[in-house]
């Protein structure tokens, strides 16, 4: 089975910077900010890997198995490149945060 790759845009990374970091925050500038902040980070800061595995889970809905399925990996292997990437960002934004 061929999977088609989703690349991340403007468009949709707001997706998964609200998945990654959502407060409530009303303030349109700050949460278009953020969106930046996490967009780059995600292009700049995540391997190939966890990046695919981010955007699989987050922009496509994909569940862990169809996902481990497609890249050929364990479903460890992609909680761990998930967890790891959500790790990465959220430190990203924490920082900016202060």
Do not use: P
Request: net charge positive; charged share 35%.
């Amino acid at each position: 089975m061929r999977h088609e790759r989703v690349y991340l845009n403007d468009e949709n990374s707001d997706i998964i910077a609200f998945s990654l970091y959502h407060q409530g925050s009303s303030n349109r500038m700050e949460r278009e900010r953020m969106k930046t902040i996490l967009t780059r980070a995600i292009r700049r800061e995540l391997t190939d890997r966890q990046r695919d595995c981010i955007t699989m889970y987050y922009l496509e809905g994909m569940k862990m198995k169809d996902i481990a399925d497609a890249l050929h990996l364990s479903r460890s292997t992609v909680t761990r490149h998930i967890q790891s990437a959500t790790r990465k960002l959220r430190r990203v934004a924490s920082y900016y945060q202060r």
